[in-house]
Each structure stands twice: as structure tokens, then as C-alpha cells.
Nanobody, 123 residues
């Protein structure tokens, strides 16, 4: 059974940065995605990284601000978030999909989910 544990959330001012971590044991051949859900809104795919070659996907609103990376030796995937905006406020989840050579922002493709970490961007 895969286990995913997010950490690194918190309160940050607009324009600030946070780095989220997803401890993801046993996911060497899985794509890892980052999703977020704000109050009253549907969960949306933010970014993902595949296993085969580290190819990535970013949702349009975070392109140029967020960077996803994975360290297989540490079984950890990171989401570096820069230039944060109030509209980035949400609970952020990491998830694993049994896909080796691609990844997507579609939540239905992901079988395993972490518990989420709150990110609040406010002055």
C-alpha cells in the first residue's frame, strides 16, 4: 500500500514562497501529481511529474511560478511555489498514478492520495 504524506504548508504573504514536500514511498514507477482545493471550489490539478524521464505538467495559472521535482533517492516529490498570490490559497494534495511515461492533471487517474496541507496566502 502506497503512502503519501505532504508537508510544508503554512501562511505566507503575497509574493512569498513555500516549498511543499510529498514523502511518497514505493512510487518509483508512479507519476506524482499535485492538486489543490479551495473552499467552495472543485479540486484542480496544479502540476505533475512522471517517473520515466521527469517530464512535467503545469496548470496555466502556475506556469513560471511553480516548479515540481522529484528525488527518487529520498522518495520525495517537491513543489516549489514562488510569487504566491491570494488565489493560490487552498489545501494542497499530492497523489500517485500508476503511469510510468506520462502524467496529467486529471484527478481520476490517481489512485493514492495524501491527507493534504493548507497553504494560505494573505497579508
Amino acid at each position: 500500500q502506497l503512502q503519501l504524506v505532504e508537508s510544508g504548508g503554512g501562511l505566507v504573504q503575497p509574493g512569498g514562497s513555500l516549498r511543499l514536500s510529498c514523502a511518497a514511498s514505493g512510487t518509483d514507477y508512479y507519476a506524482i501529481g499535485w492538486f489543490r482545493q479551495a473552499p467552495g471550489k472543485e479540486r484542480e490539478g496544479v502540476s505533475c511529474i512522471n517517473s520515466r524521464d521527469g517530464s512535467t505538467y503545469y496548470e496555466d495559472s502556475v506556469k513560471g511560478r511553480f516548479t515540481v521535482s522529484r528525488d527518487n533517492a529520498k522518495n520525495t516529490v517537491y513543489l516549489q511555489m514562488n510569487s504566491l498570490r491570494p488565489e493560490d490559497t487552498a489545501v494542497y494534495y499530492c497523489a500517485a498514478a500508476p503511469r510510468y511515461d506520462y502524467c496529467s492533471g486529471n484527478s481520476y487517474e490517481y489512485d493514492y492520495w495524501g491527507q493534504g496541507t493548507q497553504v494560505t496566502v494573505s497579508s
